[in-house]
T-cell receptor
Framework: DTGVSQNPRHKITKRGQNVTFRCDPI?????LYWYRQTLGQGPEFLTYFQNEAQLEKSRLLSDRFSAERPKGSFSTLEIQRTEQGDSAMYLC??????????????FGPGTRLTVL | RKEVEQDPGPFNVPEGATVAFNCTYSNSASQSFFWYRQDCRKEPKLLMSVYSSGNEDGRFTAQLNRASQYISLLIRDSKLSDSATYLC?????????????FGIGTKLQVIP
C-alpha cells in the first residue's frame, strides 16, 4: 500500500500523559499536513511542512503540541500533558506541490485519541 | 463570521433526486476551491476541484461565484452510495505560504 499511513490508529491515554503519533506520507510528496477533527466538525488545520521546514502553525497548536519532520519524510506529532479536550481524530495528509499551486491532499486513516 | 460556512444538514433525499449544496467563504483572497467527500469514520477524499468556469464530472457539477464568494456542488440522479459528508475546502496563498480551511461538512443521506 503506497498511501499515507498513520500509527497508531487508536490511542487511549490518561490525562497528563504525553502521546506521539507518526505519519508516513506518500514517498514523493513534499508537503505534509496535520489536522484535528472532532465529531460533527470538519478537519481543523494544525500545521504543515514543506520538506523538513515547518511553514505554518495554527493558533490551535498550543505549546503542548509539537510536530517534526526531521528528514522531510515521516512526521511526528507530540502532545504533552494531554487534556480531555485533546480527544479527537488526528489526520495527516500529504501532497506533491509544484509551482506554488495547491495540489490534491491525500489523507491517512487518522489516529483516534481518547484522553480519559 | 466563519472563514468557510456550510449547512451541516442532514439532507435526506430519495434516490434519483438532484441535490445542491452551497459553501460560502469570507476571504476574498481565496484562490482555490475543492469539494472533498468523507464517509463515516473514514478519511476525506478529493471529490473535485472547483474552477472559475465551473466543471462537471459525471453526475457532479461544481461552480464558483467569486462575486458572491460561494461555491456549489450539484449532484444529479443521486445514488445510495452518494451518502456521505461533503466538505468544502478553501485555499488561500501560494508558494511557501498556504492556508487551507475546511468547512464543517454537509451530510447527505440518500434514501431508497
Amino acid at each position: 500500500d503506497t498511501g499515507v499511513s498513520q500509527n497508531p490508529r487508536h490511542k487511549i491515554t490518561k490525562r497528563g500523559q504525553n502521546v506521539t503519533f507518526r505519519c508516513d506520507p506518500i514517498s514523493e510528496h513534499n508537503r505534509l499536513y496535520w489536522y484535528r477533527q472532532t465529531l460533527g466538525q470538519g478537519p481543523e488545520f494544525l500545521t504543515y511542512f514543506q520538506n523538513e521546514a515547518q511553514l505554518e502553525k495554527s493558533r490551535l497548536l498550543s505549546d503542548r503540541f509539537s510536530a517534526e519532520r526531521p528528514k522531510g519524510s515521516f512526521s511526528t506529532l507530540e502532545i504533552q500533558r494531554t487534556e480531555q479536550g485533546d480527544s479527537a481524530m488526528y489526520l495527516c495528509a500529504s501532497s506533491l506541490t509544484s509551482g506554488g499551486l495547491y495540489n490534491e491532499q491525500f489523507f491517512g486513516p487518522g489516529t483516534r485519541l481518547t484522553v480519559l | 463570521r466563519k472563514e468557510v460556512e456550510q449547512d451541516p444538514g442532514p439532507f435526506n433525499v430519495p434516490e434519483g433526486a438532484t441535490v445542491a449544496f452551497n459553501c460560502t467563504y469570507s476571504n476574498s483572497a481565496s484562490q482555490s476551491f475543492f469539494w472533498y467527500r468523507q464517509d463515516c469514520r473514514k478519511e476525506p477524499k478529493l471529490l473535485m476541484s472547483v474552477y472559475s468556469s465551473g466543471n462537471e464530472d459525471g453526475r457532479f457539477t461544481a461552480q464558483l461565484n467569486r462575486a458572491s464568494q460561494y461555491i456549489s456542488l450539484l449532484i444529479r440522479d443521486s445514488k445510495l452510495s452518494d451518502s456521505a459528508t461533503y466538505l468544502c475546502v478553501v485555499n488561500v496563498g501560494s508558494g511557501g505560504y498556504q492556508k487551507v480551511t475546511f468547512g464543517i461538512g454537509t451530510k447527505l443521506q440518500v434514501i431508497p
